[in-house]
């Protein structure tokens, strides 16, 4: 059989690992999910000490920065805002990254990446930030069988203004801790099972209760191919609040269990067409019954074809369990479809677009807000659309130009969440040193 030629888009990738608010047709996946992933098979020549060092400058402007109702014109009555402030902006992120991989034996390596973006507001200077997303890991093996990997993720970014009460700049601070083991019966059948310890918290004094730690496992097993993989997984997850939140005049904490039992399934079903899903059932509970508790299915599934060698379009539709990242609390059931079209017309030219669409039933309670306390009292319910669109020039290896736009659409039945934003973005990003890179 030949080797799968269709890929899916680094920017599509990177898109569904930054956003927790809204779904992609590319499954986001936590630390624990890679780690307990079948391993990747390398040959000799692939597996080699590698080390690359890279600089980067990003230019933004965002016509919306607080994603505020058009009907927002005195930005100064906010609360938490600062001083003189502007609805539209620029921003500049100047970024350093080293990314290496160090071979430590047969089968085993220890993998590095680090980012750091500082980034810069030319009018809300009070948003200033330093952002960075770090990984290190270990992948272990014992002879033929056994295998493993074991590691840290850190991150650091501005939360940003979707679902907020307060407008002051709030950094959200998230560390992820992971050991996996997997077990080749044969090979085919592998059986696996992880670790996952997690901190997470934000900078915004009125937004602690949305600070947490949790602790979970996962177990499952799987049957692969070299193209092909069909698979079960359980995973309990046990988070713990360290502040309480007030809602109605009722003092609770937003401690929650979770459990949820999938089926995984990737099958080719030619040269030119994958097919990935997943699906499974979900249950959440609170103890406190100030915040609502949730059950049900959640799924995904991603049609990838590549009808000729430069063409390829990514197909998906989702139904899962999310929260933006500033307001974890406030939870909410996302179902949502997307088209992907890719189109490269030469090794050095990439253009991508993506249309999507959102529906977004809240579960959870807002504990705070400025906002009338009857609104709280109805479900809420919001529509989000997006249409994106990114150039990638390549002229050389080492340098890549990347521009981008990207127009979204919010509406809800409460109008204070309606905003309508678009954003354009250049970035030049240049690779000074590679060591051990494949080409």
């Known amino acids: 059989m030949k080797k799968y030629a269709c890929r899916i888009p680094s920017a599509l990738v990177m898109a569904a690992v930054a956003s927790t608010s809204m779904g992609s047709a590319i499954e986001y996946k936590d630390a624990l999910d890679i780690a307990v992933a079948p391993p990747e098979e390398l040959t000799e020549e692939q597996r080699t000490n590698r080390l690359v060092l890279s600089v980067a400058d990003t230019y933004t402007y965002d016509d919306n920065i607080y994603r505020l109702p058009s009907g927002t014109t005195d930005l100064t009555t906010l609360p938490g805002i600062g001083p003189n402030p502007s609805r539209h902006d620029s921003i500049e992120s100047v970024t350093g990254g080293l990314d290496g991989t160090w071979l430590t034996g047969a089968r085993q390596s220890v993998d590095l990446s680090l980012r750091v973006d500082d980034n810069r507001y030319f009018r809300d200077k009070d948003l200033d930030n330093v952002s960075t997303n770090d990984r290190v890991a270990w992948n272990w093996s014992l002879g033929s069988a056994l295998s493993g990997m074991l590691g840290a993720d850190y991150s650091r970014l501005l939360g940003g203004f979707v679902n907020v009460q307060v407008y002051s700049r709030d950094v959200v601070n998230r560390a992820d801790y992971f050991g996996s083991v997997r077990y080749q019966v044969g090979p085919r059948w592998g059986i696996f099972g992880g670790l996952l310890g997690t901190t997470y918290s934000v900078s915004s004094p009125q937004a602690t209760f949305n600070n947490s730690t949790s602790k979970g496992g996962e177990i499952g ?16 997850n046990d988070s713990r609040a360290p502040n309480s939140a007030l809602l109605n005049g009722v003092v609770f904490d937003p401690d929650f269990r979770e459990e949820r039992a ?5 099958h080719v079903l030619s040269e030119k067409t994958i097919f990935d899903a997943s699906a499974g059932y979900l249950k959440r509970e609170y103890p406190s019954a100030a915040i609502g508790s949730f059950s049900g299915e959640v799924w995904r599934a991603a049609l990838q074809w590549q009808p000729t060698p430069k063409t390829q379009l990514l197909v998906g539709a989702w139904q899962q369990l999310a929260a ?9 059931v996302d179902k949502g479809v997307s088209l992907t079209p890719q189109w490269t017309p030469s090794e050095k030219l990439t ?3 993506t249309v999507a669409h959102d529906t977004q039933n809240y579960v959870g309670s807002n504990p705070v807000g400025p906002i009338p306390i009857d609104f709280l009292a109805q479900a809420r319910h919001d529509t989000v659309t997006s249409e994106t ?14 521009f981008s736009a990207a127009y979204v659409k919010r509406d809800s039945n409460i109008a204070a969440f309606q905003y ?13 040193f590679r060591y051990g890179a494949i080409q």
């Open 221 to 236: 097993a799987d049957f692969t191919t070299e193209l092909n993989r069909i698979g079960v997984d359980y995973r309990y």
């Open 262 to 266: 999938r089926i995984l399934f990737s």
């Open 324 to 332: 933006d990242l500033t307001s974890q609390t406030d939870y909410f």
């Open 351 to 353: 253009f991508s677009a």
């Open 389 to 402: 669109a990114s150039l990638v020039y390549t002229p050389i290896k080492a340098i890549a130009l990347t």
């Open 420 to 432: 309508n934003d678009f954003q354009g973005s250049v970035n030049v990003a240049y690779r000074f």
